[in-house]
Structure formats: C-alpha cells, structure tokens
C-alpha cells in the first residue's frame, strides 16, 4: 500500500521535473552567444577535455597530460640537437677558415696538427649531425681578403681536412671491421690523411679554396663589423698574428665601417705583438692610450707598453 | 635527424590527438575505426540544429545538478559555448555525451563558486517570477509542480552525486542502460548497479519525509 503511494509520489516528482524547461529566449541567446566563439585548437586544454562523462573524462584528460609532455620532449630533443650542434659547428667552420686564411709563420706543423687533432677530439659528433654550418665566415671572409700569404704547405688545413676521414673512420670500421680493419687503422690520428684532399665536403669545407664566397656587403653594418672584429681576436686566439693583421688591414679600408675603430686599434697592438713587431705594437700602445686616455680599452693598450708579455697579451686578447 | 625527430614528434603528436577523441569509445562496447576519419567541423548550421535538440536536455541536467533556473541559463550558455569552442572534436552521435560531461563539470564550478560566496541557501528555490511564459499552467499546478520540484531537489541533494545523475537520467529523461553509461562513461553493469541503489536510496529518503506522511493518509 504504503509502497505504491511511494512510487507514485515519486513518480510525481520525476514527471514535474521532466516537465521543466527553459525559456524560450535561452536557445536564441545561446546560439547567438556560440556563434560568436571562435573555434578552439585542437589541443587547448579546457572545460570539454574533461567533458565526455565523468569516469571516462578524467581517463582522456590524463593521457592528453601523459601525451603532451611526450611531445614537447620530442621538440625540446630537436632544439638542443640543433642548439648543441650549431654550437660545435661554429667556432670550428670560423677557425678553420682564419688558418686556412693565412699561413701562421711562428706555428710549427706539429703543433698545429696538435691543434687541429684536439679540435676534431672535441667535435666528435660534428660530422653526423645535419645542422648547416653557419655561414657568417664565408661572408664576412670574402675571396680578396685571402692573399698570397697563404701557404700551403702549412699543415693546419691539412690536418682540419683529415678530419672528416677521421669522422667517418668508426663508421667505416664498423662496417668492414671483419673484412679489412687495416686500412681503416692504418691512419694514425695525428698524421694528415693521405686522401684528405678526396675527403668529402664535411664541416672544415669552409677553408677549401673552391668554397663559394660572398662579396663583402655593399653598405658597411655593425654586424659585418662585429664580425670582421670578432674574426680578427679568434685569430689572436690561435696565435695567427699575421692573419689577424690582414685582417686589421682590411678592416682599415673602412669596407665594413669605422664605428669600432679603437677596439680595432687595440687588436692591432695586439697582432703586432703576436708577431713579434713589439717595438711597433708598443709605439701603437702608447699614442693609443695617450689619445684615450679614458677609454675602457685603454688598460688593455697599456699592458703593452714597457715590455709587453706574451703571456699578458694572450689573456688580454681574449674576449 | 633532426628532420627524423621530427617526424617522429609529429607522428606521435597526431597518435595523442586520435587516442584522445578515440578514448571514449573504449567505454562502449562497439570498436570503432579511426575516428579522426570523421572528425569533420561540425558546420554553423548544424550546431544550431544541436543546439535545439539538445538545449532542455541540458538545461534540466543543470537543474538537477542543484543550479536555480537563473543559474541553470548561464551554465547552460556556458556548456554550449564551450561545446562550440571546441566544434572540431564533437564526435557525430556523441555530442550528447559531450555536452552531458560539460554539464556537470560547469555545475559543479557553478555550486563551488556559489558555496564560496555563501549565496546559496537553497538554490533549488524556484522565484516568482520563474513561470512568467506565456503557456505557463494555472497557479495551483504551478505552485505544485514547483513544490514537487523543490523536494525532488532536496531528496537528490542528499544522494551521492553518481548515484544521483543516474537516478536523474534514467527517471527524468528516462534513458536506457546503455545510453546512461555511455553518458557516464562507465560500464553498463556499473550503471545498472548504481541505478538500483540509487533508487533504493531515493525511495528510503522518500519514506522518511514528512511529504509521504502526507500522501499516506488523505
């Protein structure tokens, strides 16, 4: 009895409530409102990622959390590969370019394979990754600004060529390994592949004579300027004086502007230092700090003077 | 290599936004094929044919979920509007589901907020001014039905809220089995058991209100 009453009060309460509606003015404003909402991206988080039924929805909006960092690991991967690979490439393409540039008198062979050896030993992936070398030396470094000084005999572009075989060598091993390792060990590290003029265009393709290169920009800028300046101290870095002096006399012409001419003049103390023309670094020194007296570059200028070390000008010729 | 990560990255990417739209179908029984095959935009024109037929649906969802009629129209703005943000993942034959989800997410924020503003002391109330349409029944009906209404709410109020959404979808909107755990997202079984306690709660609570002492002797 009591039971059916029951039910059918709830039945009561179930149809009053099924009856219910919204004004008919709710689907005009609704539709005016949705229309006026643009289309969402796909993957925007929001109220309707979890809005496929509440057991259901809280499964999808989990996997889209585990999902979406998967992905953003995938392009953070392919920046730092890109980052990392264009970091090694770079100082590497822009040496290799100032000593194939000029020949490096107070250099002896050995130690300049040496140099060449440590630098392919730091690079060692550099050669499989795809990333494009940079192409701020050969621009900046145009076909005239590499006179005849340039020696070839000297080995520092022999053995930067060799680095691609080299490169390449444990791939080569790995593949012949039970054939013939032989011909694959037969090239000591340090000594300059026989066949390295016949080495593939790798990353030290920047120093090749037949390299392609850019003529010097019709209108000076400050970053052709900063470039030719940050070439000349990689120079200096290397301890190529002479290279560095080429540079700075190519710089005088005022081809790539004027705006950085003191800091120019410091580095050409510094050249002539390097070359061991220290009576005239010194000379440069002294008229450079007695004309700025207040330049920042002037403390630099004057570690020059009475006496210069080498020692002293190697640490102030880096940056 | 970086073009292989690449690829690697967009396939993966494309797998996370099939999986995703393809989740839901993993409830259901019926196994179906890629479904970012027809995942079409669903046109202007036809959200305004979903928004006819689903709008009531909807907005006596809201209702139930405890929101005023007042509260009920925003909400129900908000759910369509979310719904047309997001048009590009509205599944043909599934936009009842994903409109029912976004129900109960936006009355759960709609209560939150309202709790937290300590504006609701019985938000089921009807106003008034409520039945001012022009068909609106005669007063006796009318203050009946509203009655009817506000215990229905207050008795649904004092369910676990799953039990409650299924009671509600199977006796308000009268929805199969199938229908209501596909709305759920939940196994049918899973639906069949909750509604049989959702019932037997109802009617336990239905017994004790003084509402049935009432009925009881006329």
Redesign the interface.
């Given at each position: 009895m009591k039971r059916d009453r029951i039910d059918e009060l709830a039945a009561e309460l179930f149809a009053a409530a099924r009856e219910e509606g919204p004004d008919r003015g709710l689907v005009a404003r609704v539709q005016r409102e949705a229309d006026n909402v643009a289309p969402m991206a796909r993957d925007e988080d929001g109220a309707a990622g979890r809005a496929r039924g509440p057991a259901s929805q809280r499964r999808a909006a989990r996997g889209r959390f585990i999902l979406a960092p998967a992905a953003g690991r995938w392009l953070l991967a392919a920046l730092v590969t890109a980052a990392v690979g264009a970091l090694l490439l770079m100082p590497r393409a822009q040496e290799a370019v100032m000593i194939s540039a000029e020949g490096r008198p107070g250099v002896t062979p050995g130690s300049a394979g040496m140099a060449g050896g440590a630098r392919a030993a730091d690079v060692p992936s550099a050669p499989v990754g795809p990333v494009p070398e940079p192409p701020l030396p050969e621009t900046l470094l145009p076909e005239t600004l590499l006179p005849e000084t340039r020696h070839p005999e000297v080995a520092a572009p022999e053995s930067l060529r060799s680095e691609p075989a080299r490169a390449v060598e444990p791939t080569i091993r790995s593949g012949e390994a039970k054939r013939s390792p032989q011909p694959a060990r037969a090239t000591p590290p340090r000594e300059p592949a026989p066949n390295a003029a016949n080495a593939p265009s790798g990353p030290s393709s920047a120093s090749e004579p037949s390299a392609p290169v850019a003529a010097p920009a019709a209108t000076p800028s400050l970053s052709s300027e900063l470039g030719v300046l940050k070439q000349i101290r990689q120079a200096l870095r290397g301890r190529d004086g002479a290279g560095a002096l080429v540079l700075l006399d190519r710089y005088d012409t005022g081809e790539y502007g004027k705006s950085l001419s003191l800091e120019a003049s410091v580095l050409r103390v510094e050249a002539l230092d390097a070359v061991g023309r220290r009576r005239e670094a010194e000379t440069l020194a002294r008229r450079f700090v007695r004309d700025n007296p207040d330049s920042p570059l002037a403390e630099r200028a004057q570690s020059f003077i009475h006496g210069a070390d080498p020692a002293r000008t190697r640490e102030s010729a880096a940056p | 290599?970086?073009?292989a990560?690449?690829k690697?990255?967009g396939r993966?990417?494309g797998?996370?936004?099939r999986?995703?739209t393809e989740?839901?179908d993993?409830?259901t029984a019926a196994p179906s094929a890629d479904l970012s095959e027809s995942l079409p935009?669903v046109p202007?024109r036809d959200?305004?044919a979903l928004?006819?037929a689903e709008?009531?649906f909807v907005?006596?969802q809201l209702?139930?979920l405890g929101l005023s009629?007042a509260d009920?129209?925003d909400a129900?703005?908000?759910v369509?509007?979310?719904?047309?943000?997001?048009?590009?993942?509205l599944v043909v034959g599934?936009e009842r589901?994903?409109?029912?989800?976004?129900a109960?997410?936006?009355a759960a924020n709609v209560r939150r907020s309202l709790q937290r503003r300590r504006e609701v002391a019985e938000p089921s109330v009807e106003s008034p001014l409520d039945a001012a349409?022009p068909d609106a029944p005669l007063p006796d009906e009318l203050v009946?039905?509203?009655r009817?209404?506000a215990?229905?709410d207050a008795?649904l109020e004092q369910l676990p809220a799953?039990l409650a959404?299924v009671l509600?979808l199977a006796?308000?909107?009268?929805l199969t089995l199938a229908a209501i755990a596909?709305?759920?997202?939940?196994p049918a079984g899973t639906a069949a058991s909750r509604l049989r306690r959702a019932r037997a709660a109802?009617?336990e609570l239905?017994?004790r209100h003084p509402?049935?002492a009432e009925?009881?002797e006329p």
């Open positions: - | 290599m970086l073009l990560v690449i690697v990255f993966g990417h797998a996370g936004v999986s995703a989740r839901p993993s409830d935009d202007a959200f305004s928004v006819r709008i009531d907005w006596r209702r139930r009629r009920a129209d129900t703005q908000q369509f509007m979310v719904a047309s943000r997001r048009r590009s993942e599934k589901s994903f409109l029912y989800g976004t109960v997410r936006v349409s009946e039905r509203r009817a209404r215990l229905l008795l799953e959404r509600v006796e308000v909107e009268q596909e709305l759920e997202g939940i109802f009617r239905l017994e509402a049935s009925r009881s």
